[in-house]
């Protein structure tokens, strides 16, 4: 799971190479910052569970991810087999739907 070699590792810093999906950290954190990542796990609602589980009581995840206001969500068997796997556009208006977890606090739509 964590590379020790890499330039990356240091005391403070702790790099791991790990799918998502699979990660089973011990550690809980104040802050998580997931930038475009979640168009690329699969199951959001279990993502965002996992994700509420990685955080302290009072702590806090701000997520980037790409949607669409197409009222669908976007993917494609070509793009899942030969580019990005389990990639899925999700429309906007479906992701807190799709959230159980986590507390929303702020939403923000850039286009
Ligand atoms: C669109 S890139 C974003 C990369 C980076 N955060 C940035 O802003 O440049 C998506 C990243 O998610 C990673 N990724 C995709 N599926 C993943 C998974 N199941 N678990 C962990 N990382 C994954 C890819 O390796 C890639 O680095």
Redesign the pocket.
């Known amino acids: 799971m964590q590379d020790p070699t890499s330039y990356l590792s240091s005391d403070r810093f702790t790099l791991c190479e790990e ?3 699979d990660i089973d950290l011990k550690t809980k954190f104040d802050k998580i910052l997931a ?3 979640f168009e ?2 699969g199951n959001l609602t279990k993502s965002f569970q996992k994700l509420a589980s990685m955080l302290k009581d009072d702590g806090k995840v701000l997520i980037h991810i790409i949607t669409t206001t197409l009222p669908y969500n976007i993917t494609h068997p070509f793009i899942n087999k030969y580019i990005f796997p389990n990639m899925r556009v999700w429309n906007y208006d479906v992701i807190p739907e799709i959230n159980t977890d986590l507390k929303t606090i702020n939403r923000w739509y850039l286009n």
């Open positions: 799918d998502f999906n930038i475009g990542l690329h796990v």
